[in-house]
């Protein structure tokens, strides 16, 4: 059974930190990319950081560069966001998503099909 199941959210201050972490089974970990996304209340879901299949690059969307940083376990088939200097902007819910990168491991795209979604952890940054 493919799982995707993100952890980590809850209620922090303003300037606080979070980790999330995205536990992945059921499918071939080093074949897909991972990234992250997060959809606000009356708000389009936002592509936000990815991680490519090998490890070896990341994605950053411009608006979350420099305070979100992703890191990818391939021992333990984990994908971690780490989120610092927490805005109330930031409220959402985050979910971690597959994409197949194929046998030319080709790099993560935020704008193509994802496969696989979890069912996401919900982040509430208070002022």
């Known amino acids: 059974e493919v799982q995707l199941v993100e952890s980590g959210g809850g209620l922090v201050r303003a300037g606080g930190s979070l980790r999330l972490s995205c536990a992945v089974s059921?499918?071939?970990?080093?074949?897909?990319?991972i990234g992250w996304f997060r959809q606000a209340p009356g708000k389009q879901r936002e592509g936000l950081s990815c991680s490519d299949s090998d490890g070896r690059s990341a994605w950053y969307a411009a608006s979350v560069k420099g305070r979100f940083t992703i890191s990818r376990d391939h021992a333990n088939h984990t994908v971690d966001l780490q989120i610092s200097s927490l805005k109330p902007e930031d409220t959402a819910v985050y979910y971690c998503a597959a994409q197949w990168s194929g046998p030319s491991k080709f790099l993560c795209s935020i704008t193509l099909d994802f496969d696989y979604w979890g069912q996401g952890t919900q982040v509430t940054v208070s002022a």
């Open positions: 059921g499918f071939s970990f080093d074949s897909y990319n």
